[in-house]
C-alpha cells in the first residue's frame, strides 16, 4: 500500500508498515497481536 505499508481491498483503507491508519476510511489502526520471541530466529504470533 501506499506509505510503504499495507493496503486493505476490502475498504480501500492504507495503513504504514506499524500498523497506523494513514488514509481511511478505517477509523483505528491495525491491533497488534500478542507475540513472543522463542529465540534469536523465531518470533511466535498469537
Avoid at 39 to 46: F, L
Wanted: with cysteine; aromatic share 14%; hydrophobic share 25%.
Amino acid at each position: 500500500g501506499d506509505f510503504g505499508g499495507y493496503y486493505c481491498p476490502c475498504h480501500g483503507s492504507h495503513y504504514d508498515a506499524s500498523g497506523r491508519i494513514r488514509k481511511g476510511p478505517a477509523p483505528l489502526n491495525l491491533e497488534v497481536p500478542q507475540y513472543v520471541f522463542k529465540d534469536e530466529n523465531t518470533v511466535v504470533i498469537g
